[in-house]
């Protein structure tokens, strides 16, 4: 689960880092920052964010119009709001732009924790309840599944999808691919190497060497930032994975496509 904290005051927002543990509100993946709403929707276009923290009050758009701008790409990110004041007018556009929760400021870091930890427990649950919808469409009797199920091509299009958003996780594993869809990951694994030829994990390696490639071959980066950005917080092991990929360093590489 990634999150965006976007606050313009940094002193808050270190503090913030800091106070909380995250993990164990739910937030095991990626924490973006953002000083203003304008940095915060350059990070939503790249980044997959699952839940944004928010202040109000910022100069230049404030909070509310970073969501309506938000709501116009992601009907459904969920946005926990962050304010100084107690204003109905606030709390009224906040319910009306579908705001998950609101958050008076100054709050202890344990009032943050908990409404963190219930909107990722509701995130969850959301994803399980669209997953069994999905594949597990009523058919003469509730929650059984039915003989016509969904085809294995657009469960492995949604692995693909999944993996595509948590690619630079260095701790994504099958089962977290698993637990997310809420699927056995023996037959996540069964189904998608009969239709792709490898196994999950082939493929997720396949994806991040294809990555790095991509970000080798732009000017000045850096091998050991690329290692990071695919994934990989051991560089002589991306390395060593690299070279049996493509057959050479990652520094060979860069040199012969630069």
């Known amino acids: 689960m990634n999150l965006l904290i976007v606050d313009d005051e940094m002193i808050a927002v270190k503090g913030m880092l800091n106070g909380v543990d995250w993990k164990s509100c739910g937030i095991d993946g990626n924490i973006w920052t953002a000083y203003s709403a304008e940095w915060a929707l350059k990070i939503l276009n790249v980044q997959q964010v699952d839940l944004m923290l928010c202040d109000i009050e910022m100069p230049g758009a404030s909070g509310l119009e970073l969501l309506r701008a938000v709501r116009e790409i992601d009907k459904e990110l969920p946005c926990i709001f962050l304010t100084c004041h107690a204003s109905f007018e606030y709390a009224q556009e906040a319910i009306s732009l579908q705001c998950t ?20 427990d509701d995130i969850r649950q959301k994803r399980k309840d669209k997953v069994q919808e999905r594949y597990f469409a009523d058919a003469g009797e509730e929650n059984e599944p039915p003989r016509n199920a969904k085809t294995p091509k657009e469960l492995v299009a949604l692995i693909e999808q999944y993996i595509a958003g948590h690619l630079r996780e260095s701790s994504l594993l099958v089962t977290d691919i698993a637990e997310a869809l809420y699927l056995n990951k023996d037959y996540l694994n069964r189904v998608f190497k009969k239709e792709k030829g490898v196994s999950i994990s082939q493929y997720l390696i396949s994806e991040r060497m294809k990555l790095a490639a991509v970000l080798l071959r732009e000017d000045g980066s850096n091998v050991n930032l690329v290692a990071e950005k695919v994934g990989y917080n051991n560089y002589p092991y991306f390395a060593s994975s690299f070279k049996r990929f493509y057959g050479c360093t990652p520094s060979q590489y860069q040199r012969e496509q630069g």
Do not use: R, S
């Open 101 to 120: 929760d609101y958050i008076l400021k100054p709050a202890p870091y344990e009032v943050i924790a908990e409404k963190v930890k219930k909107a990722c």
